[in-house]
């Protein structure tokens, strides 16, 4: 195993048919990262960065998935 954990104070990329359903029905998501948590609070696309440090994982997953794009939303988790 040579993935680095991701920090529990990290924002994580979740995709948003993943956040809502997380909300509405208290389920886990599962970040890009495959982090799997209870989502806990949401920012847009173009997040508030100093919430928190953006998962290194999630962030270059989001990258190659969607450049320039907004398919999914940061998560604290
Ligand atoms: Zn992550």
Request: one cysteine or more; hydrophobic letters at 35%; proline letters at 5%.
């Amino acid at each position: 195993m040579t993935v680095p954990k991701p920090s529990d104070n990290y924002l994580h990329y979740v995709k948003k048919s993943d956040i809502v359903r997380s909300t509405v029905e208290g389920t886990e998501a599962t970040a890009l990262c495959g982090e799997c948590f209870v989502a806990c609070g949401l920012t847009g696309a173009q997040g508030s960065a100093e919430l928190g440090e953006v998962c290194p994982i999630c962030l270059g997953e989001y990258l190659t998935l969607s450049p320039g794009r907004s398919a999914q939303s940061k998560v604290v988790a």
